[in-house]
């Protein structure tokens, strides 16, 4: 009989903050033609010669802040390792964590779930733990995963779940965790939901591909902020952590914060769904250097909302996207 094990996937962390470890992620991510869209050869040069080289040393002591923050581990990876056990206990099912850029190849992977369960006969289920999918994120990972070499040679099926960020058990449970935050009767609050953002090439790539990234982001948001009971008027979708040249999706989140400060606006409450666990850009982007230029501009307080991870019932929420997917098989 067919054993389902189920792969949990996002982007992932370095192992370590040390510069060796976090120049080989970088590599490893940035070589990705799903992040930098330009022809092979180009991008290798680019990464290997330019990018890599200057960003190491800065990203390394970025980290350095993020386990300092976070009691010495990666906050990503941590939550997700706690979130696979808790999915395999409420689902029965064999669980592994999958980071998309973890130094390992498609056939270690396949070795691993073959060890895990104990046969090759099995089916992956694979959730892409991104709510809004684009090609640089869920994208990625899919193509990455689907259909694992076994080791005894052909291909594990599997079964990739949709796109979910407008599930409603999701948006329940992500309302209910702004308000374990904020009292959302109080109108003196402005909310802002800030998104990781992408280049206009791929939100056009994804438009021609059957998905639309910014579209998705609206989707959540509205759905959150109906929930909510939030009137629109105090409600602003950005986006951060553009990087290098080009156009990316806006506003930004710097901007929109020094234009409500300039509006009169004191109090504001920040959150992100881009991500189910908290990492590097929530923990310092958001919580910590937002927060910063906030009240330097002159705001009174921001309030930043950690993401699904942290609320009670968010191993439920994934064990029920399982059920999703099985009903896709």
């Not at 009137?231 to 156009?247: D, K, Q, Y």
């Amino acid at each position: 009989m067919t054993q389902q094990i189920i792969l949990l996937t996002n982007t992932g962390s370095p192992r370590t903050a040390n510069e060796e470890d976090v120049r080989r992620y970088l590599q490893e991510f940035l070589t990705d033609g799903d992040i930098i869209s330009v022809p092979y050869l180009m991008r290798q040069l680019l990464v290997r010669g330019i990018i890599v080289p200057r960003r190491t040393h800065y990203s390394a002591e970025r980290y350095r802040r993020l386990l300092a923050l976070s009691e010495g581990v990666m906050p990503l990876t941590a939550e997700m390792q706690r979130l696979a056990e808790l999915v395999a206990q409420l689902t029965q099912l064999p669980t592994l964590y999958t980071p998309r850029y973890a130094q390992t190849s498609r056939a270690q992977w396949g070795e691993r779930i073959a060890q895990l369960v104990g046969t090759d006969d099995v089916e992956v289920l694979l959730l892409p733990l991104f709510p809004q999918y684009t090609r640089s994120n869920a994208g990625s990972a899919i193509t990455y995963f689907s259909d694992l070499p076994k080791p005894t040679g052909g291909h594990f099926k599997t079964t990739v779940l949709t796109p979910w960020g407008t599930d409603l058990r999701y948006i329940e449970q992500f309302a209910d965790l702004i308000q374990r935050h904020v009292d959302t009767s109080d109108d003196s609050y402005h909310y802002i939901a800030s998104y990781h953002s992408i280049p206009e090439a791929h939100q056009k790539y994804d438009q021609t591909h059957g998905w639309d990234y910014h579209a998705q982001c609206v989707a959540t948001l509205q759905a959150v902020i109906s929930k909510l009971g939030i009137p629109e008027e105090r409600v602003h979708l950005t986006f951060h952590s553009a990087m290098g040249h080009g156009r990316w999706l806006e506003p930004t989140l710097v901007s929109v914060l020094q234009e409500l400060v300039a509006q009169g606006v004191r109090r504001v409450v920040l959150f992100s769904s881009s991500f189910v666990a908290d990492c590097l850009e929530t923990k310092l982007d958001l919580d910590l250097e937002a927060r910063e230029l906030f009240l330097a501009a002159g705001g009174e307080e921001l309030i930043y909302v950690p993401c699904l991870s942290t609320h009670p019932d968010s191993g439920a929420l994934i064990a029920s996207l399982v059920e999703r997917v099985q009903r896709q098989c």
